[in-house]
Protein backbone atom coordinates (compact mmCIF):
# COMPACT_ATOMS: atom_id res chain seq x y z
CA UNK A 1 0.00 0.00 0.00
CA UNK A 2 1.18 3.54 -0.90
CA UNK A 3 0.23 7.04 -1.74
CA UNK A 4 1.50 8.56 -4.94
CA UNK A 5 1.05 12.75 -3.82
CA UNK A 6 2.04 13.26 -7.36
CA UNK A 7 -0.41 11.10 -9.03
CA UNK A 8 -3.02 11.72 -6.44
CA UNK A 9 -3.63 8.05 -6.23
CA UNK A 10 -3.06 5.54 -3.85
CA UNK A 11 -2.45 2.21 -4.72
CA UNK A 12 -2.56 -1.38 -3.23
CA UNK A 13 -1.09 -4.54 -4.74
CA UNK A 14 -3.05 -7.47 -3.98
CA UNK A 15 -2.92 -11.28 -3.86
CA UNK A 16 -5.75 -12.64 -5.49
CA UNK A 17 -4.83 -16.57 -5.34
CA UNK A 18 -1.12 -17.93 -4.58
CA UNK A 19 -0.37 -17.55 -8.37
CA UNK A 20 -2.68 -14.46 -9.03
CA UNK A 21 -1.50 -11.41 -7.80
CA UNK A 22 -2.07 -7.64 -9.22
CA UNK A 23 0.55 -4.95 -8.66
CA UNK A 24 -0.31 -1.40 -8.11
CA UNK A 25 -3.53 -1.27 -8.61
CA UNK A 26 -5.41 2.26 -7.95
CA UNK A 27 -7.30 1.76 -4.47
CA UNK A 28 -10.86 4.11 -5.18
CA UNK A 29 -13.03 5.47 -2.74
CA UNK A 30 -16.49 6.69 -2.59
CA UNK A 31 -15.47 10.16 -3.36
CA UNK A 32 -12.78 12.56 -5.68
CA UNK A 33 -10.80 13.70 -2.61
CA UNK A 34 -11.91 11.20 -0.63
CA UNK A 35 -8.21 9.41 0.30
CA UNK A 36 -7.55 6.20 2.30
CA UNK A 37 -4.46 3.82 2.86
CA UNK A 38 -5.35 0.44 3.54
CA UNK A 39 -2.83 -1.24 5.96
CA UNK A 40 -1.38 -4.15 4.88
CA UNK A 41 -3.16 -7.31 5.41
CA UNK A 42 -6.59 -5.67 4.86
CA UNK A 43 -8.96 -7.40 2.96
CA UNK A 44 -10.12 -5.56 -0.15
CA UNK A 45 -12.72 -5.86 -3.02
CA UNK A 46 -11.41 -6.07 -6.86
CA UNK A 47 -13.20 -4.79 -9.69
CA UNK A 48 -12.01 -5.03 -13.45
CA UNK A 49 -13.19 -1.63 -14.78
CA UNK A 50 -11.77 -2.42 -18.36
CA UNK A 51 -9.78 -5.09 -20.43
CA UNK A 52 -7.56 -5.96 -17.63
CA UNK A 53 -7.80 -2.72 -16.17
CA UNK A 54 -8.68 -3.34 -11.92
CA UNK A 55 -9.28 -1.13 -9.42
CA UNK A 56 -9.37 -2.25 -5.04
CA UNK A 57 -11.88 -0.71 -2.99
CA UNK A 58 -13.90 -1.16 0.39
CA UNK A 59 -11.84 -2.80 2.98
CA UNK A 60 -13.70 -5.89 4.29
CA UNK A 61 -11.92 -6.41 7.56
CA UNK A 62 -12.94 -7.84 10.66
CA UNK A 63 -14.28 -5.54 13.49
CA UNK A 64 -11.16 -3.35 15.15
CA UNK A 65 -10.38 -4.18 18.78
CA UNK A 66 -12.16 -0.42 19.71
CA UNK A 67 -15.64 -0.67 20.75
CA UNK A 68 -18.39 0.52 17.79
CA UNK A 69 -20.23 3.60 18.94
CA UNK A 70 -24.15 3.45 19.00
CA UNK A 71 -25.34 3.89 15.77
CA UNK A 72 -28.90 4.79 13.89
CA UNK A 73 -29.98 4.81 10.12
CA UNK A 74 -28.07 7.35 8.30
CA UNK A 75 -25.33 7.65 10.86
CA UNK A 76 -21.99 8.33 9.54
CA UNK A 77 -18.65 7.43 12.00
CA UNK A 78 -15.00 7.31 10.94
CA UNK A 79 -12.43 5.96 14.48
CA UNK A 80 -9.51 5.14 13.92
CA UNK A 81 -8.78 4.16 17.79
CA UNK A 82 -10.80 4.42 21.22
CA UNK A 83 -10.42 8.17 21.30
CA UNK A 84 -10.05 9.33 17.46
CA UNK A 85 -13.56 9.72 15.70
CA UNK A 86 -15.50 11.95 13.65
CA UNK A 87 -19.32 11.07 14.05
CA UNK A 88 -22.18 12.79 12.22
CA UNK A 89 -25.34 11.32 14.08
CA UNK A 90 -29.07 12.16 13.92
CA UNK A 91 -30.83 13.33 16.98
CA UNK A 92 -34.67 12.54 17.86
CA UNK A 93 -35.03 16.19 17.23
CA UNK A 94 -34.17 15.24 13.74
CA UNK A 95 -30.71 17.95 13.92
CA UNK A 96 -27.76 16.48 13.70
CA UNK A 97 -24.05 16.32 15.70
CA UNK A 98 -21.29 16.33 14.83
CA UNK A 99 -18.52 15.30 17.10
CA UNK A 100 -14.92 15.44 16.34
CA UNK A 101 -12.28 13.68 18.86
CA UNK A 102 -9.11 12.78 19.27
CA UNK A 103 -6.27 11.81 21.03
CA UNK A 104 -3.76 13.56 19.71
CA UNK A 105 -3.86 17.41 18.85
CA UNK A 106 -6.62 19.17 17.42
CA UNK A 107 -6.16 21.80 14.89
CA UNK A 108 -8.33 24.37 12.62
CA UNK A 109 -6.53 26.58 10.50
CA UNK A 110 -7.70 28.91 7.81
CA UNK A 111 -5.67 30.81 5.02
CA UNK A 112 -8.14 32.91 4.67
CA UNK A 113 -9.16 36.26 6.64
CA UNK A 114 -11.51 34.17 8.76
CA UNK A 115 -12.32 31.39 11.68
CA UNK A 116 -15.23 31.82 12.87
CA UNK A 117 -17.04 29.66 16.32
CA UNK A 118 -20.65 30.62 15.68
CA UNK A 119 -23.52 29.21 18.43
CA UNK A 120 -26.52 29.80 18.40
CA UNK A 121 -26.60 28.70 22.54
CA UNK A 122 -23.61 29.12 24.61
CA UNK A 123 -19.41 28.45 23.81
CA UNK A 124 -17.79 26.77 26.52
CA UNK A 125 -14.18 26.69 26.33
CA UNK A 126 -12.47 24.43 28.89
CA UNK A 127 -9.01 23.62 29.85
CA UNK A 128 -7.09 21.72 32.46
CA UNK A 129 -3.84 24.21 32.29
CA UNK A 130 -3.15 27.35 30.68
CA UNK A 131 -5.06 29.10 27.75
CA UNK A 132 -3.70 32.10 25.63
CA UNK A 133 -5.05 33.98 22.54
CA UNK A 134 -2.57 35.82 20.80
CA UNK A 135 -3.42 38.39 18.38
CA UNK A 136 -0.60 39.60 15.83
CA UNK A 137 -2.68 42.53 15.14
CA UNK A 138 -6.44 44.54 16.35
CA UNK A 139 -8.72 44.09 19.30
CA UNK A 140 -9.70 41.81 21.85
CA UNK A 141 -13.12 42.46 22.18
CA UNK A 142 -14.79 40.78 25.07
CA UNK A 143 -18.70 41.25 25.46
CA UNK A 144 -20.92 43.73 23.33
CA UNK A 145 -18.65 45.32 21.09
CA UNK A 146 -20.21 48.70 20.92
CA UNK A 147 -20.24 49.39 24.66
CA UNK A 148 -17.18 47.78 25.18
CA UNK A 149 -13.90 49.83 26.70
CA UNK A 150 -10.45 49.20 27.33
CA UNK A 151 -9.46 47.01 29.70
CA UNK A 152 -6.70 49.57 31.49
CA UNK A 153 -9.08 52.57 31.08
CA UNK A 154 -7.64 55.75 29.81
CA UNK A 155 -10.70 58.41 30.16
CA UNK A 156 -11.33 58.01 34.04
CA UNK A 157 -10.02 59.85 37.04
CA UNK A 158 -9.69 59.11 40.82
CA UNK A 159 -11.07 61.53 43.70
CA UNK A 160 -8.39 62.03 46.74
CA UNK A 161 -7.87 63.60 49.23
CA UNK A 162 -4.96 66.50 49.24
CA UNK A 163 -3.01 67.47 51.98
CA UNK A 164 -0.59 70.74 52.51
CA UNK A 165 -1.16 73.21 49.75
CA UNK A 166 -3.96 71.11 48.06
CA UNK A 167 -5.58 70.62 51.04
CA UNK A 168 -9.07 68.91 50.53
CA UNK A 169 -11.01 66.82 48.34
CA UNK A 170 -9.85 66.60 44.60
CA UNK A 171 -9.33 65.00 41.57
CA UNK A 172 -7.15 63.52 39.81
CA UNK A 173 -6.17 63.53 36.00
CA UNK A 174 -6.40 60.83 33.26
CA UNK A 175 -3.98 58.24 33.12
CA UNK A 176 -0.76 58.97 31.06
CA UNK A 177 -0.58 55.46 29.00
CA UNK A 178 -3.10 55.11 26.67
CA UNK A 179 -6.04 52.54 26.98
CA UNK A 180 -5.07 48.83 25.75
CA UNK A 181 -6.47 46.58 22.92
CA UNK A 182 -7.87 44.71 24.70
CA UNK A 183 -11.85 45.52 25.15
CA UNK A 184 -14.20 44.78 28.00
CA UNK A 185 -17.76 45.65 28.20
FE1 LIG B 1 -6.99 54.52 37.65
Known sequence: ?????????VYVSVKVTPEEYYEKIAFATTKSGLWVVPEVGDMVEIYEIGRESYVARTPHNPPQEFDMPPLS??????????????????QSDGSINLDVRADGNITLSATGETLDVVSAGDVNLTAASDSRVHVDGGDVVIGDEANAVGVAKADHTH????????????TSGPPNEAGTTTLVE
Open 1 to 9: MFAEPAERH
Open 73 to 90: EGDFCLKFNAETELMFSE
Open 159 to 170: PYVGGGDNSGSR
